[in-house]
């Protein structure tokens, strides 16, 4: 790659980070990809698996019914204490909403359009 495109990428990639700190930037990137790939199909929302990490102490339990209530997402504990799976559609701005509980200490995951890609 050229130096200049490199110092694009490197900026955007910045800017995510400043926008949502607790989200992994190549998640983010992903997830609005598929937005807008998917804006013309019958299914607009990416099919979105991810890891949510809490600080050390946070009553997940409570995370749990919290999240498939206000956010209609599937939940699962984690292997390890303090670590939520969650899985469902949705696009950027509700795992924006969604990392803006000061809990989060980390957002991952994988996404795709959902329709076998």
């Not at 997402?73 to 509980?101: N, P, T, Y």
């Amino acid at each position: 790659m050229t130096q200049d495109v490199e110092s694009i990428y490197d900026e955007y990639i910045s800017k995510l980070k400043q926008a949502m700190p607790n989200v992994d930037p190549d998640f983010s990137h992903r997830i609005m990809y598929l937005e807008r790939k998917l804006a013309q199909e019958d299914t607009t929302e990416p099919d979105v698996s991810a890891v949510i990490e809490y600080t050390p102490g946070t009553n997940t339990d409570n995370k749990v019914d919290g999240l498939r209530v206000k956010y209609s997402v599937e939940v699962e504990h984690g292997d390890k204490e303090g670590v939520l799976h969650i899985m469902g559609r949705m696009k950027m701005d509700k795992v924006k909403e969604i990392s803006a509980d000061r809990d989060i200490a980390k957002i991952t995951g994988k996404v795709d359009p959902g329709y076998g890609e």
